[in-house]
């Protein structure tokens, strides 16, 4: 009879950064009792995705197994860990756990979605246990850009795991927990068989900064700002937006948060008394009856995002309020691969406006979340874990951190979505391998990545699109001739005709000749008018665009 064995299997987060969904699961091959690590969300763009509202991981395989679910354990409240667990609470169904700020955000989308918000349950730190199965799972606090964030201590029959959440090494992170050493080698003391760990800084060979560094250089910036100053981060970096709020005050500003993210969070933060002693801000209605250099906004959108409070303040106003020559914005925050262009689109639409923008090529106004190299290799230590399994990064941050765990003489290995390991023994294997993908959030629907409906909708952007009906009467024969409609297309082509009616006269010529059969037959019809049409467009404007045929019969 087959022995019980203990796995790891990462759905998402495992060779990107987001969408982090991590099981572990304990018992008989095909029989374990599982948990849930975090559910988030990746974000789409226009490239890849578009139309889509946003990305999860594709939990089929979880859901098949619903039943052998225990529990999901949240570790912090950013959109890439807890964004996806309303969406999907339909299909798993099982407790949600979390420290109290983090609970607070997620009764709130639970709520959003129709679901009772008593599913989510509030679990204190370490050492508090919560029993799910065969697992008993504790947060250990950790420093992180958000308040409450965890590790999870999780032991199991077959021994320990730290599954380290997104961390960094902190002593003075303005709100929330600071690092505690003298924590971590309690919890690693009696043996530690896995640590998995967060990579996502596993290149950066200088030791992570504190989120206590920028308050004097931020203070100085805004004091010597002569206009209105605005300032973007993180809407779920409670510190920082803490940080930015007392230089507006120390500089005789009044405060004005906008966004419905910010306040969502500051909101959060003081209703769990994370936040005690925040400045006090007044409203956009207040700040418009002010002078400009009085005036602190901090608003959302730090990542240029097109319906955010910065972008909608670059376009032009925001609930009333507008930036002017002399003004100054103040980026402080990090640009996460991909989203250069939208930031770089309001960085220029500010300029335009004579705004004086500054950003974190210093380094000035900004640190980052996560642990550095010499971090990670600090927490290596402290833990001394019999294997280090590194997730949440991209393939390269992935494939680095194992190779320093090689470099430290303890076993790693790179583990992707879908690579189920059996951690049972002294170094980890690979058990089996798991389809997975995304799921899409389209509208009110979930479509699957594969479905071809994104996949159609880009074709249709690069390429355009034609519509061709035809009518055939009770002979199969034309009524008429056929008729195009088309969008994303030059009306004019290389022949210097419509290309409209270019079109037409070639699928009626192809009409008017073609055999009885042909015409009986209405995916003949279908296929020839398709290829008439992508044929014709090629050479009229060099593009063969995507095509829907409509063929109608009188009967």
């Known amino acids: 009879m087959s022995s019980d064995r203990l796995i790891y299997l990462p759905l998402g987060g495992a060779g990107e950064i987001g969408m982090n969904a991590y099981v572990y699961g304990y018992g008989k091959p095909g029989k374990e009792r599982l948990i849930l690590v975090d559910l988030g969300v990746a974000f789409p763009d226009m490239d890849t995705s578009p139309g889509v509202d946003l990305i999860f991981a594709d939990i089929t395989w979880l859901k ?18 807890v964004g996806a667990v309303a969406h999907c609470y339909d299909a798993l169904g099982a407790p949600v756990y979390a420290r109290a700020f983090t609970a607070n ?13 008593e599913a989510v349950r509030t679990v204190s730190a370490w050492p508090e246990q919560v029993t799910a199965g065969p697992f008993k799972v504790g947060f250990l606090p950790v420093s992180h850009s958000i308040p409450e964030s965890a590790g999870l201590v999780i032991d199991t029959p077959a021994g320990r795991i730290v599954h380290s959440g997104d961390f960094k090494l902190d002593p003075q992170p303005v709100v929330g927990e600071p690092f505690d050493p003298e924590l971590w080698a ?18 950066s060979t200088h030791p992570g900064r504190s989120e206590s560094e920028l308050a004097p250089e931020i203070t100085k910036l805004v004091e010597n700002a002569a206009g209105m100053v605005v300032a973007t981060t993180f809407a779920s970096n409670v510190a920082r937006v803490k940080t930015l709020a007392e230089a507006g005050e120390r500089a005789g500003r009044s405060v004005v948060l906008l966004g419905r993210a910010m306040r969502r969070m500051i909101e959060a933060a003081i209703e769990t008394g994370i936040l005690g002693d925040f400045p006090r801000v007044i409203s956009a209605e207040e700040a418009a009856d002010l002078p400009r250099q009085n005036l602190m906004l901090i608003v959302t959108g730090s990542q240029g995002e097109r319906r955010a409070a910065s972008a909608q303040l670059a376009r032009g106003k925001y609930r009333g309020l507008e930036v002017k020559e002399g003004d100054l914005f103040l980026f402080s925050s990090k640009t996460i691969p991909g989203n250069e262009r ?75 979505n879908g690579m189920m390991l059996d951690l049972s023994g002294n170094r980890p294997s690979v058990a089996e ?18 479905d071809g409906i994104v996949r159609d909708r ?10 061709v009906t035809v009518i055939l009467d009770e002979e199969d024969e ?8 088309t969008i994303g297309l030059p009306e004019i082509g290389r022949s210097r005709a419509a290309l409209v009616e270019v079109l037409e006269e070639d699928l009626n010529q192809f009409l008017m000749r073609a055999e009885a059969k042909t015409l009986r037959d209405d995916d003949r019809v279908e296929e020839a008018l398709r290829r008439i049409v992508r044929q014709t467009a090629q050479n009229e404007i060099g593009k063969k665009p995507e095509v829907t045929v409509v063929v109608s019969r009188m009967r």
């Not at 098949?64 to 860990?81: G, M, P, Q, S, Y």
């Not at 004579?354 to 210093?362: K, N």
């Not at 391998?433 to 995304?438: A, K, N, Q, V």
Request: aromatic fraction near 4%.
């Open 64 to 81: 098949e197994r619903a039943d052998r679910l225990e529990a999901i354990f949240v570790t912090h409240a950013h959109e890439d860990h």
């Open 105 to 117: 955000i997620a009764r709130g989308k639970m709520e959003d979605q129709g679901h009772s918000p």
């Open 186 to 203: 309690e919890v690693a003391r009696p043996g530690v068989k896995a640590l998995v760990c967060d990579s996502t800084n596993v290149f």
């Open 342 to 416: 939208g930031v770089i689109r309001v960085i220029n639409q500010f300029s335009e406006k004579g705004v004086d923008v500054v950003d974190d090529s210093t380094g000035l106004y900004h640190v980052s979340g996560h642990a550095n190299r010499p971090d990670l290799e600090r927490i290596h230590t402290l833990i001394d874990p019999q294997m280090i399994i590194p997730m949440h990064g991209e393939h390269r941050h992935l494939r680095e951190h194992a190779k320093l765990a090689e470099a430290g003489g303890r076993a790693g290995i790179v583990a992707v």
């Open 433 to 450: 391998y798991i389809e997975t993908g995304r799921t899409y959030l389209d509208g009110a629907t979930k479509i699957g990545a594969l």
């Open 458 to 467: 880009i074709r249709m952007a690069l390429n355009g699109h034609v519509t």
């Open 478 to 485: 034309p009524l008429g001739e056929p008729w195009c409609d």
